[in-house]
């Protein structure tokens, strides 16, 4: 059996210990998330908002799973993360409206009208990303990634020294648990605050499984393909929840004319229904995640037991080269 892949620059192979691939992921994604953040600053380019919140996300997922071999001041970023992520999640969401909105209707002046709400709430958000972006605690974010990209892995604890192919399971096992949980208690009754952690829930589980999808091959990727299309369509859900709280807050302001409050009507009716479709697409959903894990709960197994069968034939030829080499050398007398 043979697993290569790369991270960034690292070569993710079988033997490779779970503290180095858990460095690797957190290097590969620390400079993303540095680069992306430049890009945000001079651009303001929605997309390069989302692809530095996704950065962040994995890093995060990356501490949570590899947080037990991990030294504690390198979990600790999490908490600085988190506060970036939430700068970028302010700007993110009224960009996920904006294009929702052009998306949906056509060019009016109510269109327009309520676009201009929406720029004004950009600004006021983008206001705040700015300034964290150019903080002196935003400044020591980077400074500690950019130290733990530095960070030797052979200088890490016993435990972070064993393989990561060996750990690997038990980590994506207690992920998919928990992801598990809350997909089968979702139904029509569950509340938006509980929708949006199973999203944040599946979206953790699938990084999750992607560090280590270099080991599974073709299970791996399939629990991924339905990690995605559940991820969907929560994300279709709670984007429609706050599409149509935002419509509800315009509403209540004194400012929209009276052909813009029909269309915010109009358009908190149709993220309602929304709403209420993917609710209802959750129980296909479920069905859809049970085959492909027990597939690669099988594949785990399988992968392990080869592993630990290689280990033991590696040791046993060592033990005889060893042994071969204690032998005493023995000179044949001439004739």
């Known amino acids: 059996m043979s697993a290569v892949v790369t991270l960034g620059q690292e070569l993710i192979h079988d033997s490779i210990s779970v503290g180095a691939a858990a460095f690797a992921a957190l290097k590969h994604e620390g400079n993303r998330f540095a680069a992306l953040g430049h890009e945000v600053l001079s ?5 390069a908002v989302h692809q530095t919140r996704v950065a962040a996300r994995r890093m995060r997922a990356a501490l949570h799973c590899f947080g037990d071999y991990l030294p504690k001041h390198v979990v600790q970023v999490d908490a600085e993360l988190r506060w970036a992520f939430h700068a970028l999640g302010n700007v993110r969401d009224v960009d996920v409206l904006m294009a929702g909105l ?19 709430k950009r600004l006021a958000a983008w206001e705040i990303l700015s300034a964290t972006l150019t903080s002196e605690r935003y400044t020591e974010l980077i400074g500690a990634l950019d130290e ?3 960070v ?12 990561a ?38 979206k953790r589980f699938r990084y999750t ?21 559940l991820q969907n ?16 807050e315009i509403l209540e302001s004194e400012r929209p004319d009276e052909q813009t409050r029909e269309l915010v009507k109009d358009l908190a009716e149709l993220y309602a229904d929304r709403q209420g479709k993917a609710l209802d697409e959750l129980t296909s959903m479920r069905r859809g995640l049970s085959r492909p894990w027990r597939k690669l709960r099988r594949r785990m197994g399988k992968v392990v037991d080869e592993f630990e069968a290689q280990q033991a034939r590696d040791r046993a030829a060592q033990r005889k080269r060893k042994e071969e080499q204690r032998k005493p050398l023995v000179i044949a007398s001439a004739h």
Not at 43 to 47: A, I, L
Not at 102 to 117: I, K, M, Q, V, Y
Not at 166 to 173: G, H
């Open 43 to 47: 651009t303001q380019d929605p997309e």
């Open 102 to 120: 052009l998306e949906t209707c056509p060019d009016s002046h109510a269109r327009r009208s309520l676009l201009g709400e929406l720029k004004d």
């Open 148 to 150: 733990i990209s530095q």
């Open 152 to 163: 030797s892995a052979s200088s890490l604890s016993k435990a972070a020294q064993r393989p």
């Open 165 to 202: 192919i060996s750990v690997a399971p038990r980590l994506i096992s207690d992920e998919h648990d928990k992801v598990w949980k809350r997909v089968r208690k979702a139904n029509v009754d569950t509340t938006k605050a509980e929708l949006h952690d199973l999203r944040k829930r599946a």
């Open 209 to 229: 499984l992607e560090f280590f999808s270099a080991f599974y091959g073709k299970p791996s990727r399939w629990v991924v393909r339905r990690l995605k299309s």
């Open 233 to 248: 369509q929560l994300g279709a859900y709670v984007d429609a929840s706050l599409a149509r709280d935002a419509m509800q």
